[in-house]
Structures are given as C-alpha cells and as structure tokens.
C-alpha cells in the first residue's frame, strides 16, 4: 500500500499509529531498494567488468606512484 502511493485509509489518531506508520514506511522502502540492488548487482557488476574500470584503476594507481617514486629520488 505504501510503495503503491495509496496512502492510509482512514486518518490515524493515536500517535503509535503515526509512529507505526512511519517505520513501517521506511522500513518499507529500504527493503524495496535493497531488494532492488541485490537484483540489478550481478548487471552492474558485469558492466565493470566489460568497461574494464578495475584495469584502468589500477593503471592510474600505478601511473601515481611512479610518479610520486620519482619525486622523492
């Protein structure tokens, strides 16, 4: 009901209902988008993984070193 945007049905008087309703809301959506990140990582990590972002991270570490190895000589 919540990530559909229904909304509550009747209006909530006691403050344990607003409380509840709030965690529950929040407690709602981070199981949603967490959900939803364990579903889209094996993509996300293939995707790395044919961009070769790794490599090129590494090189660049390398570049930096080397660099900074030379400064100090």
């Known amino acids: 009901m919540i ?3 229904m909304g509550p049905i009747d209006e909530m ?5 607003k409380l ?3 965690v529950y809301a929040i ?4 199981i949603f988008l967490s959900t939803v990140a364990l ?4 993509f996300a990590h293939r995707l790395v993984h044919l961009l070769k972002i790794e490599a090129q ?9 080397t ?3 030379n400064m100090t000589c």
């Open 20 to 22: 509840f309703a709030s």
């Open 57 to 65: 991270r590494q090189t660049n570490l390398n570049l930096f070193f």
């Open 39 to 42: 579903f889209f990582a094996p």
């Open 3 to 5: 990530l559909t945007g």
């Open 27 to 30: 407690f709602s959506g981070v």
């Open 13 to 17: 008087k006691t403050d344990a209902a």
């Open 67 to 69: 660099i900074q190895n």
